[in-house]
């Protein structure tokens, strides 16, 4: 059974994420929980507060952010009976990062999935700085959906990769399970000045490979290094409906995750971007 966590601030780009969540699992069994973290909202807004006023308002928040998360899932209920679905919800008295840390342990989760940004967020930056946390400190893959993305069927996958580092199987056989699925071709974009592949790349290549056996399958090569510029044309060129790419020291997207902004990058995502962790997990 695949679980999945949702985490919510009730808005409509959140809804549109958990719509899509369900269209994206809809023919896995899976366990969808939609949570919303409100020890920030609780903190600032009780910073002179006695403590006895204190736990009353937190009490309050939390009841009100449970009937709110049962408001969601009665709506996911109304979307979708799928038999294959179940719908559970989790109001979190911790900072959004460590709460859903702790439900993709506690549930061993497959991913996380959210919308790009919520109502806060200014409508010229590509993702909002919720989602920018969750991409960068949870150990989960994440998979953010942008704002009014109201889905295509998943049919083109694109995956730029340098083959330096050694994949997770886990999470390789997450994107291939998807891409199985909805018999999607899965694209991998190679972008370098080389023309020739070191010995490590080829050994990364060949786990990456081995994990697709059942997939459609492209591999892709571009000379050059403008990194940026290549996922922009090839995702235009190939139509595609997901981008996906690895979180890891020393990567591209650590680079526009830490150091910069994709704003500044320059990076196009219009489409769910799939942002694998590169960690070890059960």
Not at 99 to 107: P, S
Not at 186 to 207: G, M, Y
């Amino acid at each position: 059974m695949r679980t999945i966590i949702i985490p919510t601030d009730f808005s409509e780009t959140a809804m549109n994420a958990i719509r899509y969540s369900m269209e994206l699992f809809k023919y896995e069994k899976s366990k969808f929980i939609v949570t919303n973290a409100f020890a920030d909202e609780v903190y600032e807004n009780t910073m002179e507060m006695d403590r006895e006023f204190f736990e009353e308002y937190r009490d309050k928040v939390e009841s009100a952010t449970d009937r709110l998360l049962q408001k969601v899932v009665a709506e996911m209920l109304q979307i979708s009976g799928n038999p294959k679905h179940s719908y559970h919800y989790k109001p979190l008295f911790e900072s959004l990062v460590d709460g859903v840390n702790d439900l993709v342990d506690k549930h061993n989760a497959d991913a996380v999935l959210m919308g790009t940004k919520g109502n806060s967020n200014c409508d010229d930056v590509t993702f909002g700085s919720q989602t920018l946390q969750v991409i960068k400190y949870v150990k989960c893959p994440v998979i953010a959906v942008p704002v009014g993305y109201h889905g295509h069927p998943l049919k083109n996958i694109l995956f730029p990769t340098d083959y330096m580092l050694p994949f997770k199987r886990r999470e390789l056989k997450l994107v291939s399970t998807l891409a199985a699925r909805f018999a999607s071709m899965v694209h991998f974009l190679h972008i370098s000045e080389a023309k020739e592949l070191s010995h490590r790349q080829k050994d990364n290549k060949a786990i990456a490979s081995c994990s697709f056996q059942e997939n459609q399958v492209s591999h892709i090569r571009v000379p050059g290094k403008d990194i940026t510029q290549a996922i922009n044309k090839t995702m235009t060129a190939s139509s595609v409906d997901m981008l996906v790419m690895v979180n890891q020291r020393h990567s591209y997207l650590e680079n526009i995750l830490y150091r910069s902004t994709i704003e500044k990058i320059g990076l196009d995502i219009k489409i769910p971007f799939l942002v694998l962790q590169n960690l070890q997990r059960h």
